[in-house]
Every structure is written in structure tokens, then in C-alpha cells.
């Protein structure tokens, strides 16, 4: 017990076999003893046995102590114990009352252990005994009830086995009964899937048909479900088995509640359509171009809802079309169009300029209400039209729009042209109707209604100021030169001609820098024939009736006078180049003649004409020194008079020609005119040398007066040189 | 379906605006109006910018405050020959965009002419905002920022300074001039019922103005008696109006 103690009270890596260590401990001190003297003594080695001898054993333990229990309890509940077992065995009650005598008890254990053990074991047996005969009867009892139950079991058994027999058959149907309900739960649960799935509810179809019920998202939701249903239907129904009857009705009630659906809508339209009279820019509603959308389904439809809105959009704009003209804005602020109905280019700009707009604003709303993107362009940029059916209905709303209103601009616009007296105005209006006719056909499109009125008043415009011009040019012909006439340009052309100028002024200005030159060229032609050959025409007839009552007016100068002003108008333009190359033809051809008729007059003067008649002349072999002028003393003359007419200042310049507007123009003539003068002093001069003409001394007679029969000299004199230069 | 529905609300808010401002913009040739358009409406610098033939249209839907509001742009031409033309746009115009060129002397000087065709022909409220635009060109600058905003503050006019290449400032003078409408539309002074005031109602202030009666869709409507409509200012809190503005 001790090494117990200990060993739980030691650390436990010491543990590793306590027993053993003990009993070391002890081997240890026998060999001590063994190794003394002492060894040997009987009595020592009898006293280590009893000190070794182990009491550890606790099988030796328990049965002593179940021995000192038996022999203790002699006193208390022993006594009392024994005492009972006494009334029965008297034997034993004497042995035990011995036991619990005090000290006494160890003796007499030791001396009646045997006798106190059989009694006690006889005391038990026949207690066994008793308990064991008591069980019997008992179980003798229980295999009574036992038999009993058993033969009742199997009665109940057989019972049952017949129920079961019975009731099987029961059990069968109500399996049955209990497959098929659940059979039926399907198909049911299957019936209201679909019903949900393929049919309106009340409140869906009350909102697509009825007219209290306001448009708006749930209905439009409703919509989408009626359509979806008649759509999945005709999926089903595309399906192996072919149109079903269910599908059919299906599809037929559908169809007829998604059809009430769109009457709403277009009755919807209709009624917001009616609404839309503002002038200016209009909102679109999301709802509203949602019911747009889905009356594109409906052609018909559409077309009766947007016929109403072409309707009031019509009617508006003819409205406030009006109102900008004769009312203007709140308070007359803005005032009235119609107020600067004297000043033509500002009254037209500003209807159009108000009609552009109401297009821009019309045509933004339009886009908005089929849902157009606007795409990355400004409104006023070219717009490249697509062929789409949005732009098919945008473009007819949008020619019904402003259809009332052509026939007022169209009558306004009339008026103002044709009470112009000025054809620089009218062609002022016409242009600018030009310029607005392409700058709205961007947004309208040429095909458009209103394009067709801006051509029909620009056309108009133009031809009102070509009927002006042609006024002009018949009053132009009818001029009268006055009779004081010189022989520059008369008044009447230069009037036209400054009208001219102001209309290619105008006509430059409405040039917008992109055109090609054939563009500028024919953008301008008609005007350019019209004037220009009016001008000439009128010139040179007027110039022949004078030249009629007056032989010595010099026609060719100022015939030259009139082209060159022509010319200096119109030489600075490139679109009038064809013109201009025209002109300076005939002034170079008139300028020929010109140039011939002033040889024939200087040639006179120079007292050279009858000499080179005479030259010219000669047909038969006699001599020229015969003859007439060229008789040696005429001619000698007529040499002097040559001479003095070199020394004159008409050689420089000619007075008859300084009339000419074109000095270089006069430069040229005239040089032309002494070349040939100078040819026919040649000619003479060849003549007189001849011997065939027999002049005596032909050097003689030609060097009695200058040039003395050189023609360098001659050439000197008159500043001209050899050939044509 | 569901999400269908909501987009469909989505759409609603983004595409009705409350107003329609019709603004006009002027001056010189070359001084960049098509270029500040362009960048206001596009969001980026033109490039190659022609001179502008007439007029030409765009719009742009501006958030101020709570308010959705619609501008209606008449870009003009600046070049001498097209006066008579763009003069007839001018007319019932809410705003004037009175645009200069920083670096250009002359078309600063002319712009009393501008400012006097404006005032003669647009909407008795016309609201002006006077633009010097190309600050990028710094070192070209022939017109200081002090002298042309003294003349805006002599004309009564508003005052920015903007690039139309980079991008600074091109929003500032639409939303000046939108403010300034609509603080004159709150308090009474100017009626967008009334036509050529510039000013008009767009679906999204009618549904609040009106009864069932009309452009009615729902829970929206008929919650307001018609009545015109009372703007907040504090609603108008100065949007992205950053740099130099007066
Ligand atoms: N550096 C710089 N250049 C600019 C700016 N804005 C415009 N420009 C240039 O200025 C020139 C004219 O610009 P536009 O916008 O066409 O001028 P506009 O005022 O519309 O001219 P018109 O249409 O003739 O009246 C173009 O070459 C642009 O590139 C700017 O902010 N900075
Ligand atoms: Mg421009």
C-alpha cells in the first residue's frame, strides 16, 4: 500500500515500473542480509519469511475482509441478522453468539471457521430453496396463461389471415383510386398552368377593352402577354400533331382581345393626337411612342391615327404660321411679320426663316414619336434619307404638316415679287428663296410638298426677274441716241449695265464657295446672254440709224466704246469668262475694220490715196509716169503733201482715234493702219524706181521730200516697225 | 417582362424635359460658334470647321437642378453676306450665345452690333451670354479678360471664357443662360404659355402642371391643380459652372 501512495505521489517519468523497484528495493536489503554473518540463522531466515510474506494480494484481501465483516457484524446488523437465521437454525445462532464475544473473536473464528461457514451455507441453501419452490409454482402458473395465449394467438392469427384475404382486394382499389387522383391533381395543376399561361385574366382583358381604363404601362403590359399568348399558340400548334382544337380557340379569342387592345390604342392616338397644337417644339411621352410602335402593327390603324395628327398639325401650324404674320407674339413681341411687309427681302426671309424652323422643331418631333435616333448630324447638315418605313411615315406627316401652309407663303411670297419694280430686288428673292429652298430640302427632302412650292415661287421669282430684264432690254432697244451723241457709251447702256453689275454683285454674294466653275458658269448664263446681247443689239442698231442721219458720226469708235465698257464690267468675273472671250472677238474683228477705215482716212490725208490708186490700178503697158497721179509734177506734190502730213502730230496719234476708250485698243489700230500706209509709200516707191515707168531720176523724185524714198526712215518717223509687230 | 417595365420607367425620366429654350448663336465669322456647338452637343472639337452656310439646327437635353431642360441651337452664319439671312432667326429667340474670338481684336469690337440686332429682333427677355472664345490661344490673346467683361457688365450681359478645343467652359454659357430663363420664368417674368417667348413646356412639366385631363399617364398626374409652375431656386444650384463667370 505504501508503494502505492508513493508511486502516486511520484512524478511520472519515475513510473516506468514501480513494482519492480520496490521490489529491488527489497532484493536489494535481502542481499545486504544475505551478504552479512547472520545469514545463515534459522530463526533470522524464518523471521525474513514472515517479514516478506505479502499481504498484498487482493484476492487474499477480500477474503479477509469478507471474513472480518462475517465476525463483526455480531454486534449491530450482524446480530440482528443472525438472530433471524437463529429462530430457524439454533446451531447456529449459539456458534455466532460466540463470534460476538469482544476480544474473544479471533479465537474462536480461528476454532469455529468451518462450522460458522457450512452453517451459514447451509442457511443460504435452504433459502434457495424455498425462493426456488415459490418460482416453480409460479412459472407452473405462467405456462398455464402462456398455453392459453398461445392458443388464442392462434386463433387471432387465423382471423386475420382470412381478413387479410378479405381486404386485399380492397386495398387494390384504393390504390388505384388513389394513383388516379393523383393523376387527375396533374392534369388539373397542368390546366391551370396553361390556362394561366394561354388565356387573360379578367382584369387583363377588362383593361384592353375597356374605355374607362387609361393606356399606360400595365396595359401596354397586357398587350405584350396577348401577343406573346397567340405567339407560344401558334408554336404549339406548329407542332407534330397539327392545329388543335384548344389551340385554335385559343388563338381565335386571343386575337380578338389583343385586336380590341389596338382599337384602344388608335383611339388613344387619336385623342392625344388632337392634342398636339403647340407651335413650337413637342415632347414625345415614352407611353406615346410605345403606342406608336405598336400600331406599326397595324398599318391601317396607324395610318387613321397619324391622319388625325397630320390633322392637327396641319391646322396648328397654319395657326400659328398666321399669328407669327399678322399678330406676332404675346404683347406683339415679337412683332408681326407682316410689319416689314414693305422691306421684300426681310418680309420673305422672315417667313421662311419661320417655316425652316417650325420644320426643324416638326421634324425632331416626328423622329421622337418613331423613335428615330437622331444620329450624329446636325439638323441643318446634309441628310442622307434613308430608305426606311419610318422615314417613308416621317416624310409624309411632315408634307401634311405644312401642306395648309404652302398656299399662304406660296401667296405672300407672289405678291412680294411681283410688286417690285427693281429686277435686282426680285432677283434678291429669288435667290434667297433659292438659298432656303436647299438649305430645307436638307431636313424635307426634294420630294416634299413644301419643295415643291419653294420651287414653284423661286421658279416664279425667277421668272419675274427675267421678265423684268426682258422689260429692260426691250426698253433698251427702243433708245433714242440724243443728237449732241459722241461716240462713247450712251446713258441707257450705262444704266443697264450698272443694273448689270448690281445683279452680278447680288449673284456673287449667293455664291457659296463650293460650286465648280460650270456651276458659276450656267448659275449665271441666262442673265449674262440676256443683258449683254440686249446691249449689243441696242448698240449697234441704234448706231446704224445714226450713221443713217449722220455719215460722218464715227459708228466703228463708238461701237468699240460700247463693247469695251461691256467688257470692263464684266472682266473681273470668271463665271462671265465665255462672255468676255466673246466680247473682246468682236472687238478685235470690229477693231480690224476699224483699223482699215483709218488707213483709208490717213491715206487720204497723207495725200498718198490717188498714187496708189493709180498703182492699183494699172492695167495696160503704159507707163505710170503718165498717168494721172503719177505724173512726175503730181506726184511730187503728193509726196510734199506727205511729207507735211509726217510732220504732223496725227502721226503720233490719231485724233479720230482718241475717241477710243481702249487707248491700247486706238495704240493698235493705228499702228495698223501706218503699217499699211507705209506698204502703199513702198508700193509707190517700187513703182517710180521701175524702169518700165519711165521716170527720169526716180531718185529725184522721191528724194524731193520726206522720207526721201526710205522706207526705214519712213518706219523711223512713224515709230513702227518691219511686218506685224 | 419585369425588367422590360423597367427600363420602360428608365426611359421615361431620361427622354421628357420640362422646357424648351430656343437659343440663337452669334457673331463674327471664325470666331468658333459652329466649334462650341459642336463641342457642346458633341462633346469633342470639330475638326475642319467651314464656314457656316445660313443656319444650321442641333439640340441638347441639359440637367439643371430637378429640371430637364430642351435646348433648341440655331447656330448662325458669321460672314457679312449671310446678315439679312440669319437676322430672320434671331426672332422670339430666349437666349443669345455672343460669341468672340480671344484673339481677334475686331470681333470683339463689333460685337455692340451684334448685341443691338439681338435685343432688336429676339424675345423681349432675350438673355445674353457673351462668349470669348479660343482661351487656349493664350499667347495670341489681343482682347484681356478684364476689358471684355467690364463691357459684359455695361451691356448687361453674362461673361465666360471658353475653348472650344479643349473643351474648357463650353458648357458654362448654355447653363447661364438656362438659369437665368428659368429664374425669370419663376418669378413671372417670363410666361412659356405664351408663343414666341422662346420658352415652351415640354411633356414632362405638363404632366405635372395639368389635370387628368390631358397628357394624363397615372399616378403622376392630376396631383397638381393646373397653375403655372413655381421653380425653386435652390433647385438651380449652380450646375458644373466651373472657371471664370460673372
Ligand atoms: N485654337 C482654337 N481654335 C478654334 C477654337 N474654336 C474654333 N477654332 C477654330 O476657328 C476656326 C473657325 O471656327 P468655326 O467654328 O467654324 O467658326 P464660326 O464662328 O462658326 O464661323 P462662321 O460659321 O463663318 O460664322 C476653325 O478653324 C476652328 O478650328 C478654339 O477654341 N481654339
Ligand atoms: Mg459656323
Known sequence: MASTSTRSARPPFNSSSPSSSSQANLRNQEDKLKGSTAARNPISVRLHKVLATNYDDPAIREALETLSDLYRNRDDVGKRASEEVGSSQTGGSIAVEKLTVGSGIAARARKNLRRDAEIKLTQSTQQFLKAFKEVDSKLDGLQEHIDAMQSRCDEAQGQLQSTNEECKSLLDRAGGLRSARHAVNDRQFAVDSFIIRFSLTENEINTLQSRDIQVDANFFRTMRKADRIIQDARVLMSGDEGPSKAGVEIISTTSQQLEQGYDKIARWCALEFRQFVRDAQLDVSPLMREAVKWLRNRPELLTDALSVLAQTRQATLLNTFMDALTRGGPGGIPRPIEIHAHDPLRYVGDMLAWVHQAIAGEREFLEALFDVKGEDRMVGSVRIFKESEEEEWIQDLMDKAFEKLRSPLRLRVRQTIRSQESSITTYKVANLLTFYNTTMQRTIGEKAGLSNTLNEISDEAYGVFFDTLEAQARNLARTILPDNQDVQPPATLLDHTQILREIISVYTGSLLGNESMDEKREGFRSVLDLTVDASISMCSSVADARKVQKPTWDKDTFLLNCLDHLLVVLRPHDFADYKVKALQDEIESRADLLASDHYQNIIHEAGLADCLAVCNDKTSNEPLSHIGAMQPRELASHLQAFAQWLSSPDVVRSPRLAHLNDQRLADRVHREALRSLAAAYEKVCVEVRKPENRYEAANTVLGGARPFGSLNALRQIMGVGEGSG | ?246
Request: glycine letters at 8%; aromatic letters at 8%; charged letters at 25%.
Open chain 2, 1 to 246: 417582362m419585369s425588367s422590360e417595365d423597367n427600363e420602360g420607367d428608365a426611359t421615361e425620366l431620361l427622354e421628357t424635359y420640362d422646357f424648351l429654350l430656343k437659343f440663337i448663336v452669334i457673331g463674327e465669322a471664325g470666331t468658333g460658334k459652329s466649334c462650341l456647338l459642336h463641342h457642346f452637343t458633341h462633346n469633342r472639337f470639330k475638326d475642319h470647321s467651314q464656314h457656316t452656310i445660313g443656319v444650321e439646327f442641333s439640340s441638347r437635353t441639359i440637367k439643371l437642378g430637378e429640371k430637364r431642360i430642351k435646348l433648341q441651337l440655331w447656330d448662325t452664319a458669321g460672314q457679312e453676306r449671310f446678315r439679312s439671312v440669319t437676322r430672320s432667326y434671331y426672332r422670339g429667340a430666349a437666349g443669345a450665345i455672343l460669341v468672340y474670338d480671344i484673339t481677334n481684336r475686331s470681333s470683339f469690337t463689333n460685337l455692340f452690333r451684334w448685341l443691338e440686332d439681338a435685343r432688336a429682333l429676339a424675345s423681349p427677355h432675350l438673355v445674353t451670354v457673351l462668349v470669348g472664345n479660343k482661351s487656349d490661344r493664350e499667347e495670341d490673346r489681343e482682347v484681356e479678360w478684364s476689358e471684355a467683361s467690364q463691357w459684359a457688365s455695361q451691356n448687361g450681359v453674362h461673361f465666360v471664357e471658353t475653348s472650344s478645343l479643349s473643351g474648357d467652359n463650353v458648357e458654362s454659357p448654355f447653363l447661364l443662360a438656362a438659369r437665368a430663363i428659368l429664374l425669370s420664368i419663376e418669378s413671372g417674368v417670363l410666361d412659356p404659355e405664351k408663343a414666341g417667348s422662346g420658352v415652351s413646356y415640354g411633356d414632362r412639366a405638363l404632366r405635372r402642371v395639368n389635370s387628368s385631363s390631358r397628357l394624363s399617364f397615372g399616378s403622376l398626374s392630376g396631383r397638381k391643380k393646373r397653375n403655372p409652375i413655381r421653380l425653386k431656386i435652390k433647385d438651380l444650384v449652380p450646375s458644373p459652372l466651373q472657371g471664370r463667370c460673372c
